[in-house]
């Protein structure tokens, strides 16, 4: 199965279940989705529930508000997330606020998909990571899908939930092979720990988890000591107890994010883990993203804008040494 | 036209009027905070379009107090919703301009120019979806026209077939700026005109809003497609209560109230035997007396707890997990 495959058939199966349940974006029907994660549902449910739109990002989200106030369950898919600045007055004005200033009398069962992310030369308006605005904002909920198990069943528990979620998934991670593994009780609010350890607790997720776990056998060898490294499903709510116990065992955290390194959803998360357990580090956190640059178009100087896994190495063996690992 | 609707005409611009007098007043006093927008002058489109559409979801701007009273909130709900107390419509926690409440269908209340005029077509395609043809109602005001929000929703509208009236209260001013200054052209319905049907009526004349409104839901049920209505409007007061509103005439002004909505429907009432002098006694009376004890039910009613700080903000019972 393909990533993208996962959370197709989520969304599949939801609206199997439930009639309410409708997906709206611009080619999402006919065409099949710009990724094809829509690929198959218009010819099953029909151009009704698989609604194309017009290049309209506001309105896009706008709509699925309107059409959530009269009952349904809208699913909107915007292009890539770059494309959502547009909609920015409808996802903090309108999405995460109209419950709270009609005193809780008006629910938004409202998902957005969007992809994020830098894929390959697609230039600096098509290659962007955003989680940051949107797990600033009260009232959103924000998850971030970073395999095809968090993809498939926090896919289903977003459009589930009554709360307006933000669904982040990553553009290149969509051709990419893996299963499903089944899971009896999935929280998107709970941290996963994808590999135990006992020297660094490294936090990631999208496509950087991935990035991460092959190169942390070269880490683990050179610094003689293991890693345990943890995956987030959801950064709004954080499961911040996962990683604050994980950090007062190893006593080091890495943060591993695909934005700009300023102001980036890792300061976040660093900044909670030392309120919670900042005298048991025996290292300053060391928080690892993509430079300050606008994504460029050139291949080099692209790979140099944003970590790879060769780079996510050398960092962290770095500064391992430096602090006496 | 009935004797009925005009007396309900009467009843609820008279009320709407005083309420936000009233409103004013408290406001000067220091127990109404924030941003407070006054209809007053334009109450024949608020009434007229609400009676005229009947059932079915209604989206407002923030200019929507009389709407609400109209659709038949409660002004004790609606003034303490104004004061911030618990007891208000919105729990305290939207203020004069988020007035919502599902039982009248009444969803806002919105504060960016334009932004619920694309909830309103999603609305209708949810009613539509699922087999209901009722009629959805937008209005908004001549600034919203320059919007994006108002071309993407009259474009997808009319593109999926849905059926809403977009009402354009055109009182030719967005705050300051007059809208020949902002538009290519003041007649503002023909912004919409290649894409539905568009009239452009006297605002100041309820019973020419309650008919056209009325013939325009018609309209939308029976077709399914949306309708633009541009009502020609005027706004006694200035944008809000921290506006000064210098930017237009005494002149200008003394036109605009000559043609007082509420004097007009008295005239063409009285004139017709719709409204008799009693009538007009009985409810200048009554409206008084319910807006003072809404006064006085706001007033006494407590602030909201602090605990309700962080109520609303997501569902109570969330589902826990998923299989």
New interface residues.
């Given amino acids: 199965m393909l990533y993208r495959e996962a959370l197709n058939k989520a969304m599949d199966e939801m609206m199997e279940k439930d009639p309410s349940v409708v997906i709206l974006g611009e080619d999402v029907g006919f065409y099949g989705g710009n990724y094809k994660v829509t690929e198959g549902l218009y010819a099953k449910y029909g151009r009704k529930r698989v609604i194309d739109t017009p290049i309209a990002e506001n309105s896009i989200v706008g709509t699925a508000i309107g059409m959530a106030i009269g009952g349904l369950r809208p699913i909107a898919e915007i292009m890539t997330v770059n494309f959502s600045l547009l909609a920015m007055d409808q996802i903090v004005n309108q999405l995460a606020k109209i419950r709270y200033m009609s005193g809780g009398k008006i629910v938004l069962p409202v998902v957005i998909r969007m992809p994020q992310g830098v894929a390959k030369q697609l230039a600096a308006q098509h290659s962007q990571s955003l989680e940051r605005f949107f797990a600033s904002v009260p009232g959103l909920r924000v998850f971030v899908a970073s395999d095809a198990t968090t993809a498939y069943y926090g896919l289903k528990y977003a459009i589930t939930t009554d709360d307006p979620v933000i669904f982040l998934e990553h553009t290149l991670l969509y051709p990419e092979k893996m299963e499903i593994e089944e899971e009896k009780n999935f929280s998107p609010y709970r941290a996963r720990i994808k590999k135990e350890g006992e020297g660094i607790t490294i936090v990631s997720y999208l496509k950087m988890l991935h990035d991460t776990l092959k190169v942390v056998p070269i880490i683990e060898k050179e610094l003689n000591t293991t890693c345990e490294v943890i995956d987030l499903c959801s950064i709004n709510p954080l499961d911040i107890s996962t990683i604050a116990n994980s950090v007062k065992k190893t006593k080091r955290l890495v943060v591993i994010t695909e934005e700009p390194k300023t102001g980036s959803y890792a300061n976040e998360i660093i900044n909670k883990v030392l309120e919670e357990v900042f005298y048991e580090l025996d290292a300053p956190p060391l928080k690892i993203g993509s430079e300050d640059v606008p994504t460029p178009y050139n291949r080099t100087l692209e790979l140099a804008s944003i970590p790879t896994p060769e780079k996510i190495a050398s960092l962290i063996i770095k500064w391992g040494r430096k602090h006496g690992i | 036209m009935s004797k009925s609707y005009a007396e309900q005409f009467y009843y609820l611009m008279k009320l709407g009027r005083v309420f936000e007098l009233r409103a004013k007043e408290e406001y000067m006093k220091g127990n109404i905070g924030g941003f407070l927008h006054l209809a007053i002058g334009e109450e024949a489109v608020h009434v007229g379009a609400v009676l005229g559409f009947g059932k079915g979801?209604i989206?407002v701007h923030y200019r929507e107090h009389v709407y609400a009273l109209a659709r038949g909130m409660e002004p004790k709900y609606v003034m303490a919703e104004l004061f911030g107390k618990i007891t208000?419509?919105?729990?305290?926690?939207?203020g004069s301009m988020?007035l919502?409440?599902?039982k009248f269908n009444f969803?806002?209340?919105?504060a960016?120019v334009g932004?619920h005029?694309?909830?309103?077509?999603?609305?209708?395609?949810?009613?539509k979806?699922?087999g209901d043809t009722t009629g959805v109602l937008a209005s908004f005001g001549d600034g919203a026209t320059n919007s994006?929000?108002f071309f993407?929703?009259i474009?997808?509208a009319a593109?999926?077939q849905v059926p809403v009236i977009f009402l354009c209260e055109n009182n030719y001013y967005a705050i300051g700026t007059r809208v020949d200054r902002a538009s290519p052209f003041a007649d503002l319905y023909k912004k919409a005109k290649d894409y539905m049907p568009a009239v452009q009526i006297d605002g100041m004349d309820v019973f020419e809003v309650f008919e056209t409104v009325k013939k325009a839901k018609e309209y939308v049920e029976t077709e399914g497609k949306p309708y633009f209505i541009e009502a020609l409007t005027y706004r006694y007061e200035p944008h809000s209560m921290s506006d000064t509103g210098d930017y237009r005439s005494p002149r200008e002004l003394k036109i605009a109230k000559d043609k007082d909505p509420i004097e007009n429907l008295k005239k063409k009432g009285l004139e017709k035997g719709l409204l008799t002098q009693e009538y007009i006694k009985f409810v200048d009376d009554k409206v008084q007396q319910i807006v003072e004890e809404a006064v006085e039910f706001a007033l006494n009613s407590p602030e909201p707890p602090l605990e309700e700080l962080y109520?609303?903000?997501?569902?109570e019972v969330?589902?826990?997990?998923?299989?």
């Fill in positions: 979801d989206f208000g419509v919105s729990k305290g926690k939207g988020h919502y409440d599902p969803y806002g209340g919105n960016i932004a005029l694309p909830h309103a077509v999603g609305a209708a395609y949810a009613r979806y699922t994006g929000n993407e929703a474009n997808m593109t999926w109520n609303d903000v997501f569902c969330c589902i826990d997990v998923i299989s």
